[in-house]
């Protein structure tokens, strides 16, 4: 897996909320996390972990609060992060390679093609890189919903239930590429249900409630504790 | 330059996934012949006739083609949520809607030039000694229902009653345009033609200040 375009970034959150008219999806969250840690968000269906993973991406302004990226170099393309979320975020009617290309070039890549071929070979795509994503299957759709989100080398990477549709493979090689890309320095933020080879990762573990933050560890036995919590 | 080079890879991205599918021109196309073969029929206009009430017929139906041909133009980005991937990867949103404004425009166009011989042979009227400037004006129109169908278009996307939405939203917008560009075809197709300059100045200021107002709150209609 490719190095970092830019130093290491955290990610600080600073008393944010989030309403979605009169129902608070967030409530006063505050949580710093370091650069390069790699950050398992856990809870119930609907204690706000994806809304934490879009503020995080900036797709959703918070109705109140702040989000920093501290450590960030500039505003420029890498400086953004990578964001996995539910659905691909990838168009249907153009192949694999297509896709990546078209957002290797938005965020000035330097060579847009060789980075999309890259990408494909490392989420073993390369053999379908022409074919239409409309064509894939489940699981392929989200290797190349995780090729994209690596396209422009991000330091922080927000995977909203990464082993979506992933076969045991899938899961295994997503595990390691993780693995490969935090250990470059990458700070990784997922949401996950339940304990994987992918949970085995995390470093710590924040636990989610109708919206807050009731539960923040890096210790083994609180960490497992959180993670078998995080399907319930 | 970012701004430039964001627009050029998205419009070609448009233009790409358009002529692949060929969707949009095909619909836009064939409902201005239906309307315009329809009207023909229907009224059996005299020369006269048509040139009093052939160009308003042509852009009346110019202008239900654009809303069938803009209605999915953000609509494509919900299913797959490409807009927020779109949002994350490009440094000015104001890109995306210039990529899709250029891209609807181009289609417009291309279904206007096309309609245009076969309006001169239905309704009798001829066109070309005035051609230079009856583009003209098929082009401030067709800018000016682009510009604003695309922004209505981000906006119904995210509403409920979407399909119904856009319609309703721009139509009435639309109808100062609807109205000039007619006139301003009549005078141009009449018999002894006259140029309506403060017209096609009017066209151009409508597409300048809602070209404005998109780049400046734009941002806005693209959140969630």
Redesign the interface.
């Known amino acids: 897996m490719s190095a970092l375009a830019l130093p290491p970034t955290g990610l600080r959150f600073e008393n944010i909320d989030k309403r979605y008219g009169g129902l608070f999806a967030l409530r006063r969250v505050s949580l710093e996390i370091n650069p390069g840690e790699c950050v398992v968000l856990a809870g119930r269906n609907g204690s706000g972990k994806t809304t934490l993973l879009?503020i995080a991406?900036?797709?959703?302004?918070p109705t109140a609060g702040k989000l920093s990226f501290p450590g960030a170099a500039n505003d420029s393309?890498a400086g953004?992060?990578g964001?996995v979320?539910h659905?691909?975020?990838?168009?249907?009617?153009?192949s694999a390679e297509?896709n990546l290309v078209?957002?290797a070039?938005?965020?000035?890549v330097p060579g847009p093609a060789a980075r999309a071929e890259e990408l494909l070979c490392e989420v073993g795509l390369f053999e379908r890189r022409d074919s239409a994503v409309r064509t894939f299957s489940r699981g392929m759709r989200q290797r190349i919903a995780i090729a994209?989100a690596l396209i422009?080398r991000p330091s922080v990477l927000l995977f909203d239930e990464p082993a979506t549709g992933l076969d045991p493979l899938g899961i295994s090689w997503l595990a390691k590429t993780l693995g490969e890309v935090n250990r470059a320095g990458c700070t990784v933020v997922m949401s996950l249900h339940g304990e994987s080879e992918i949970s085995a990762l995390a470093t710590r573990a924040v636990q989610l409630d109708a919206g807050s933050v009731v539960a923040d560890t890096k210790t083994g036995a609180s960490l497992r504790s959180i993670l078998s919590f995080g399907g319930a | 330059m970012?701004l430039l080079?964001?627009t050029a890879?998205?419009l070609g991205?448009e233009l790409?996934?358009e002529f692949?599918?060929r969707e949009l021109l095909t619909t836009t196309v064939v409902f201005i012949l239906v309307v315009l073969i329809l009207f023909s029929f229907a009224i059996s206009p005299t020369t006269e006739e048509s040139r009093e009430f052939g160009p308003g017929l042509l852009w009346l139906a110019i202008l239900f083609a654009a809303s069938l041909m803009l209605q999915p133009c953000f609509l494509r980005e919900q299913?797959?949520?490409?807009l927020?991937?779109?949002?994350?990867?490009?440094?000015d949103p104001f890109a995306i809607f210039l990529a899709k404004l250029i891209a609807n425009t181009l289609f417009l166009l291309l279904t206007e030039v096309l309609m245009l011989p076969l309006f001169a042979v239905f309704y009798n009227i001829p066109i070309l000694p005035k051609l230079p400037l009856l583009l003209l004006v098929l082009f401030l129109g067709s800018v000016g229902i682009s510009v604003a169908g695309t922004a209505l278009s981000a906006i119904s996307a995210q509403a409920r009653m979407r399909e119904l939405l856009l319609p309703l939203l721009l139509l009435p917008l639309l109808t100062p345009v609807l109205v000039v560009s007619a006139t301003v075809c009549v005078a141009l197709l009449d018999r002894e033609p006259v140029v309506h300059w403060q017209g096609i100045g009017f066209l151009a200021a409508f597409d300048l200040i809602f070209l404005t107002v998109l780049w400046l709150f734009g941002e806005y209609l693209l959140?969630?």
């Open positions: 879009r991406s900036r797709i959703v302004r393309a953004r992060p964001y979320a659905t691909t975020m990838v168009y249907d009617e153009l297509e078209l957002f070039k938005l965020q000035d994209r422009h | 970012a080079s964001n890879t998205l991205k790409r996934t692949r599918s299913s797959n949520d490409t927020s991937s779109l949002r994350l990867a490009v440094s959140e969630e």
